[in-house]
Structure formats: structure tokens, C-alpha cells
């Protein structure tokens, strides 16, 4: 009796289990593909073939172009991750084959093409249309937001900062998935890359900037912009470049040569700005650079010490009854790309009216809206909005894994610790990818990261099954919020006093010496503060640089860095070793017997101590 399918082991078991893991996924959403997937996922194991592209599965019921062509790229990202060679396209072989083929009787039929050709009309060569991103689709997006940057910023953009200069220049929303779909407008920064339009560079933290190719590309959808702005019509073909071509490969940054280059492409490149969902809107107008609106409020300390002195100041006393306490909510918080307004509408329906901008950090705050409009300033304060000890970091549980995944998680906390707030809610939604294989693969580092928010960082977590509980839960916060604070004075420090290096001391000293008092800053010095935690000290590079190696946590680090004070000094060390056999047995030991009398997390076993000296020592 022959065995039954269940137990015969499937000619394609890499892309069954793809195609299975799609089809939980799309089951756990309740998506209209669940249908598609499941029909697919019977054929493939029910088919005894075995097929060495997965272009060959559009034979098979269930199987589109679509569903092929991704399962091509989950093939392509396989190989690339083990360093296996990707299967050629059987087109590809069949073209070859077919010019192996024909070749004789190609050079025994010349004589009479010949003859053909002298009464046949040339045929003209097909021209291939320039790549350009769709008007105000992700690619276009990301294209006009890193062409916003400035010309002396040669270090690119992080992915948060690229998703929150991008994202007025979209219809989809970079961080949810719309209905029905898997992937957000982020994922066109593959395309982007693969045809060389942006590079990207960086460890963990990736960072993005436009190649030449790149550059041109944003200079004509400007030109489009601006002509579209003078009355243009809808559809409309682009001159070509003129000039010289660079010489320059693609990879390297634009902004490493001294100027920016030209094509010499002779095609036209048209634009295509026929999209029936922008009837109703005007293309965004470019923004003259990323830097925020308060980036100059608080001083940058430029004297170089490591620890910032405490200078003498007044607060200043906000009386109970000048102001109420309000919900801030980041504009790039939406649900889906025809729903934006669905978190505002929702609070606004539970009697919580959100204030609505571009949050510098975090995806909700609250502040002291004063009832007085200039009144902070009389008293030597800016602003009219008091920002208060608590903010939201919201994370769906999908966007949890792939900022583990990219190093934004340790990012981002790093940026929440030096905000000196001083309750951080980590809010996880716990969408439907529990119980998935997707989410199984990667349910070990989500539990380290969870007890890491809690113990590590101390702060607090809060899970929710769905955006309507978030909602709920913002509600609840805010109404609560106005009972602790709308009833006792704040007292504000003024931002005149304040440095990106005296703030975090100014506020733990306060907070030890008056305990019962809570001091806090306005909403112009928060974002300027917030707008430079990106620029790190030395100190704060060689922390981050230690903490790349296994093993070396954050505790870890900082004791590293309090015995050599810089990268060099730790080369020095080790350097001092000497060579040969005994020289190496020092490399090893220096950390650990350095350190011996740390205890606890903060102890160096040998292992972590020889991984540091292979880094750092050059084992």
C-alpha cells in the first residue's frame, strides 16, 4: 500500500514551508489570502515535481505571478544569507540553450538574410525607460527625503529619521501595513538599492544617502514639481540630462566628490503622475533641510569636558489653573493609508482631543498647555507647552522584531534614557503573529527584549491586543494625568541655562535635592534636546563600539570604558601585551583580571574578556 501524502516528504520542502508560514500569517489576520495560500500549499505538496526556480510553480494551481515573484525574493534573501548561489532563471537557460542551438543553422541561413535585409526597412532599437518612483508612492518618498539633506551631511539618515522625513511625501504609511497587505511603503527601499539609487552603510544602525544616479533622479522630480506648481499638465515627459557622466561607481556617496554629477542619458524620463488616489492633493513642497525648528534652542556645549557643571538658576512657578494637560500624539501614528485619522477620531470621541505633530521622540507625550499665550515668555521661558514626565514608545509586535532585527530597539532606548524622562512606557500591540512560525522563530529575543525594557531599563511595559485598546489606554493615561498635575504648580526650567551636557546633571541634582518638587522643560528645549542625542560624545562611541561584541552588555561596558577612557587607550593596552605565545595569553587575561573585582552582571568572565581581545587586540 503506498504511503499517504502526509507522510511522503515533499520534493520542495523550502518553498512548502514558506507558503505554509504565509498562510498563518494571512489565517491569524483574517485576509482574504488565506484562500489563496491554502490552494497553493496543496498544490506544491500534492505536486511529486521537484523545481529548481520558483518562476516553474506558475504551472501549478493556486500559483500567480505575483506569489511567485515573491516567493523569488524570499529565495534571493535564503541565498544571500547563506552564501548560496541563486538558481538561474529557466528563461535565462532556455534563451541559452536556444542560441546554442540555432547557431549553425544561423550562419547557414546569412546568405539569404542578407538579401531580406537589403529590401526590409531597419528596425529601430527598443529604448529602455529610466526608472522613476511613482508619484507619492514609498519610493518617491524616500527619494525626496534624503535629497533634503544637507550638503555637508555626509553620514546619511537612520531609518526613523528617513521614515519621519518621508512620510509627508507618501500615501502609505511607512510603519503599519495597510489592510490586507504584509509589507509597508518602507519596503521600496529595496528597489531603491538594487537599482542603485541609494546605498546604505553602518553597523548596527544602518544609514541611507542617495547615490549620484540617486541624486539626479530627485533633481528632476523637483523640476517636475515645480513645473507641475506653474500650471503644468498631469502627464508630462522630462527632458534629458546634459553634461558629462560621472566616473564615480554608484556605491559611493554623492556627497564624496566635489560636486554633483550629470548622465549623459539620451533617454527621456517620464514621470508618472497619473494616480487616481492623489486627485485631491498637491505634491508636498520640498523642505529646505531636515533640521528641526527648535534645534538651536539649547546651547551645544563645545567646550569638550566630560561632565558639565551645574550653573545657578530660578524656576520658573506655574500656577495651578494657567494651563491643561493635554495628549500628544506623533502624526505618523496612523492605521492604514485610507484611515490617517483613526487614532485622533477615536480619542476625540472618548473626550481626548490630541494635539497632532512630528514628534522629535516617542509616539505620545503630554504636556502643560498654557491657558495664556505668551505668558512663559515674560517670565524668560519659550513656548507656550510644558512637557511632563511621561511619554509613549508604541511598537506593534511585528515592528518589535524587525527594530531588534535592524538595532533600532537599542537605539531608541538609548535616545529615550538621555531624554530625562522620567516614566517611559514601552506599549506593545500584540497583533495576530503569535503562534506563527514567523513569530516562533523569533519568540526567544522578543522575551529578552521585554525583560531588558523592565529590568535593565526600568521602564514600564504595557500590552495591547489591538490599536482600539492603545486608544483606550491613551484615554484612561490622559484623564489621569489631569487629576496629578492640573491641581499643584510646575516649576520650568528656563532653556537659556540649559546644554545638550549640563541636562541630564541639572536633573538628577534636583531631583536629589528636591525630591518632593518636580522640575521640567518646555516643549521647544525637549525637541532640541531630543534633536541632538544623536550626537554622541567619544565616550558615547566607545560604549556603543563595546557593546558590538558578544557577551558585552551596557553595565559591562561603562566599567570598560571607566578604565580605558577612549579607543586608543584600550589599543594601547593591549598593544603593551607584547607578541608571541605569552603576549597573547595577557591579550586574553587584560579585561578579565583588570576588572576581577566587579561582581555580578558587571563581572568579565574569560570568554567575553577573549572576545574583546580578538576585537581589540588582534588575536
Not at 513656548?383 to 537599542?410: A, M, N, P, Y
Request: glycine letters at 6%.
Amino acid at each position: 500500500m503506498p504511503p499517504s501524502s502526509s507522510s511522503t516528504p515533499s520534493p520542495n520542502p523550502l518553498l512548502l514551508a514558506w507558503v505554509k508560514e504565509w498562510w498563518d500569517v494571512a489565517k491569524e489576520r483574517n485576509t482574504k489570502g488565506a484562500a489563496t495560500y491554502k490552494h497553493a500549499y496543496d498544490s506544491l505538496k500534492a505536486c511529486p515535481m521537484a523545481f529548481d526556480h520558483p518562476s516553474e510553480l506558475i504551472q501549478l494551481k493556486g500559483f500567480g505571478p505575483k506569489l511567485c515573484a515573491r516567493l523569488t525574493d524570499q529565495l534571493q534573501d535564503y541565498c544571500e544569507e547563506n552564501g548560496l548561489p541563486m538558481p538561474a532563471h529557466p528563461s535565462a537557460s532556455r534563451k541559452r540553450a536556444n542560441k546554442a542551438r540555432l547557431g549553425a543553422a544561423t550562419a547557414a541561413a546569412e546568405g539569404d538574410e542578407e538579401d531580406e535585409k537589403s529590401s526590409r526597412p531597419a528596425k529601430k532599437p527598443r529604448k529602455t525607460k529610466p526608472y522613476v518612483p511613482t508619484l507619492r508612492s514609498g519610493a518617491y518618498a524616500i527619494v525626496l527625503a534624503l535629497s533634503d539633506m544637507r550638503d555637508d551631511d555626509v553620514v546619511g539618515m537612520t531609518k526613523d529619521e528617513l521614515i519621519a522625513a518621508a512620510q509627508p511625501h507618501c500615501n502609505t504609511s511607512f510603519t503599519a501595513a495597510e489592510p490586507g497587505k504584509y509589507y509597508t511603503a518602507w519596503a521600496s527601499i529595496k528597489t531603491l538599492e538594487q537599482k542603485e539609487l541609494v546605498y546604505q552603510r553602518g553597523r548596527p544602525l544602518k544609514r541611507y544617502a542617495l547615490t549620484d544616479e540617486g541624486l539626479e533622479v530627485a533633481r528632476r522630480i523637483r523640476e517636475q514639481m515645480k513645473g507641475q506648481n506653474g500650471g503644468g499638465s498631469t502627464n508630462t515627459t522630462l527632458a534629458p540630462f546634459g553634461g558629462q557622466s560621472s566616473t564615480r561607481p554608484a556605491s559611493v556617496p554623492a556627497a564624496a566628490v566635489a560636486g554633483p554629477s550629470l548622465s549623459t542619458a539620451n533617454k527621456p524620463i517620464v514621470l508618472d503622475l497619473d494616480d487616481d488616489d492623489d486627485e485631491d492633493e498637491k505634491p508636498p513642497l520640498p523642505r529646505s533641510s531636515t533640521k528641526s525648528e527648535y534645534a538651536d534652542v539649547v546651547k551645544t556645549d563645545v567646550s569638550g569636558a566630560e561632565e558639565a557643571g551645574i550653573p545657578p538658576f530660578r524656576a520658573i512657578r506655574m500656577p495651578p489653573g494657567l494651563f491643561t494637560v493635554e495628549l500628544v500624539l506623533d502624526v505618523r501614528e496612523v492605521r492604514a493609508k485610507d484611515d490617517r485619522d483613526y487614532m485622533q477620531q477615536e480619542l476625540t470621541k472618548k473626550g481626548i482631543k490630541p494635539i497632532m505633530r512630528a514628534l522629535e521622540l516617542g509616539d505620545a507625550l503630554w504636556v502643560a498647555k498654557c491657558n495664556q499665550p505668551g505668558w512663559l515668555q515674560r517670565y524668560g521661558g519659550e513656548g507656550d507647552e510644558v512637557v511632563l514626565d511621561w511619554i509613549v514608545e508604541r511598537k506593534r509586535l511585528d515592528d518589535l522584531i524587525t527594530s531588534i532585527k535592524d538595532g533600532r530597539f537599542h537605539e531608541q532606548k538609548f535616545r529615550l534614557r538621555r531624554s530625562g524622562v522620567k516614566n517611559v512606557i514601552y506599549l506593545v500591540e500584540e497583533i495576530g503573529i503569535r503562534g506563527t512560525t514567523y513569530f516562533q522563530k523569533y519568540e526567544e529575543a522578543v522575551q529578552s527584549a521585554v525583560a531588558s525594557i523592565q529590568v535593565v531599563n526600568g521602564y514600564f511595559l504595557k500590552k495591547t491586543p489591538k490599536m482600539d485598546d492603545t486608544i483606550r489606554y491613551l484615554a484612561s493615561m490622559t484623564r489621569m494625568l489631569k487629576k496629578v498635575y492640573e491641581d499643584k504648580p510646575l516649576h520650568i526650567i528656563p532653556a537659556k541655562v540649559l546644554t545638550d551636557k549640563n541636562y541630564l546633571p541639572i536633573l538628577k541634582h534636583l531631583r536629589e535635592t528636591q525630591s518632593g518638587v518636580g522640575h521640567y522643560i518646555s516643549y521647544p528645549a525637549f525637541a532640541s534636546l531630543a534633536s541632538k542625542s544623536e550626537m554622541m560624545t567619544l565616550r558615547d562611541v566607545f560604549l556603543k563600539m563595546l557593546m558590538c561584541t558578544k557577551g558585552v552588555t551596557g553595565e559591562k561596558a561603562i566599567e570598560i570604558q571607566k578604565t580605558w577612557k577612549t579607543p586608543n587607550d584600550l589599543v594601547k593596552a593591549y598593544e603593551a601585551c607584547g607578541t608571541g605565545e605569552e603576549g597573547r595569553k595577557k591579550k586574553i587575561a587584560l579585561v578579565q583580571e583588570r576588572l576581577a573585582h566587579l561582581l555580578g552582571r558587571k563581572k568579565i568572565p574569560r570568554p567575553v574578556s577573549q572576545k574583546i581581545a580578538e576585537v581589540w587586540g588582534g588575536l
